[in-house]
């Protein structure tokens, strides 16, 4: 079913309590004036009657939030339509208004992006990036399935990087592909990283990048200034060692984590703080029951986190891992319950969901807070998110660029619908 209404229709969702995304205090009695694609006004009720023409839609008891943003998704690894299609359909029903895909086929996923865009799939607006890393790490069968086609490392959009690559003509052909960041991922040294960042900044992208890049250091990332760290677990790589490849990681011992807070640690969140480098913190994933043993453990992960957050780094909301086709809400929400039961309170986890992410993609000034000027990416619910991050599960109804996508119509997904390529 393609959204309604049409992106020209003039809306005012009247009365709703609006928690805004900034993490400030929810606000009774509020109306927000769309326009579009774009949020025209946002005053309280009483102040902003509807305009001629316009469709009143009443909120009183509803409670009126920034769509979500899920700051790490895969959706072409390798490339299946069907599968990715689910899963964007499964993301903005349950209110997920733009993703980050963290490097994958993009020949695929500049097509995704281009229907969501359009209104012909029903989709969050995807982010994405390509994908930098050194010459030994394209032996890993996942860049084979991401460049079919073309010999792993020797594509726009998955590149293998040393000493002697031009790295401008890389950054350049990178930008070609449409991409919003370069995601700087493995077996590359801290000079390459440095060079890497300062390259694709003086070019107008976006910097993200793993947390240790192997043999580079969490601290070597940080100094590197780039706009986001992804994997709050491998900050633990500062203190117990950083592998020298991609290939070579061990599973990281996590009790001296676990008693309290690491110094090491400590002082790679002392460089990200001031440079305002966004943590993605992933840690729902490593919670997930896994084929073989995990190299980081959900409680060692979660121990990251909450000291980054306690810190006073950003955390953004991103997953990393699909949730099972039974689940009828997206896996953004396994990450939500995930930060909360850390001690994160709820408004902050909004924030990391909704204004954070937004930095996260590079597009704070179109999403990630309900003000004039922003797209109108909007959810609605029937109960308070703040007081029970689960009350984001009365979701009734999402606004994406000013389209309407409601609850009750999401069709649930099939296991053939997030069946794996081969």
């Known amino acids: 079913m393609l959204a309604t209404p049409a992106a020209a229709e003039t809306v005012l969702y009247r009365g709703a309590t609006l928690i805004d995304g900034t993490g400030g205090r929810p606000r009774p009695g509020m109306s927000v004036l769309v326009e579009g694609e774009r949020i025209r006004a946002v005053l309280p009720a009483d102040r902003l009657p509807p305009p001629a023409g316009a469709r009143v839609v009443d909120l009183t008891g509803k409670y009126l939030l920034p769509g979500l943003i899920d700051s790490h998704e895969h959706l072409a690894t390798p490339p299946n339509r069907r599968r990715a299609e689910a899963i964007l359909r499964r993301d903005l029903f349950g209110g997920v208004t733009a993703v980050r895909d963290m490097a994958d086929d993009l020949r695929a996923v500049a097509d995704l992006s281009r229907a969501s865009l359009k209104g012909e799939i029903p989709a969050p607006d995807i982010h994405y990036a390509a994908l930098f890393a050194g010459r030994s790490f394209f032996d890993d069968p996942r860049t084979a399935a991401t460049t079919y086609g073309f010999r792993p490392g020797e594509t726009p959009w998955m590149q293998a990087i040393d000493e002697r690559t031009d790295l401008r003509q890389a950054v350049t052909l990178a930008r070609g592909t449409s991409a919003t960041a370069i995601k700087i991922y493995a077996n590359l040294d801290a000079r390459l990283v440095r ?35 992804s994997h709050a677990c491998s900050l633990a790589h500062q203190t117990a060692g950083t592998p020298a490849s991609y290939q070579s990681r061990t599973p990281i011992a996590a009790s001296r984590f676990l008693a309290s807070d690491d110094p090491g640690v400590g002082r790679v969140l002392a460089l990200m703080k001031p440079r305002e480098i966004i943590l993605d913190a992933t840690t729902s994933i490593y919670h997930q029951p896994r084929p073989r043993p995990g190299l980081c453990s959900g409680e060692l992960s979660d121990a990251l986190v909450r000291q980054a957050w306690q810190a006073g780094v950003q ?100 296991e053939a619908d997030l069946e794996e390529a081969s």
Do not use: C
């Open 195 to 229: 060079r890497l960042a300062a390259e694709a900044r003086r070019q107008g992208l976006k910097v993200w990048v793993h947390t240790a890049v192997y043999p580079a250091t969490p601290a070597e990332v940080a100094k590197a200034r780039p706009d986001v760290m």
């Open 315 to 414: 955390i953004s909301a991103g997953t990393d891992w699909v949730a099972p086709a039974a689940d009828p809400w997206p896996t953004l929400h396994h990450e939500l319950a995930a930060l909360v039961k850390l001690g994160m309170p709820p408004s902050e986890v909004i924030r990391a969901a909704t204004f954070n992410g937004a930095r996260a993609a590079g597009r704070l000034s179109d999403m990630g807070s309900i003000a004039p000027g922003k797209l109108a990416n909007l959810i609605v619910t029937d109960r308070d998110p703040t007081a029970d991050i689960e009350n984001l599960k009365t979701l009734e109804l999402t606004v994406k660029r000013g389209r309407e996508h409601r609850r009750a119509d999401f069709v649930p997904l099939s």
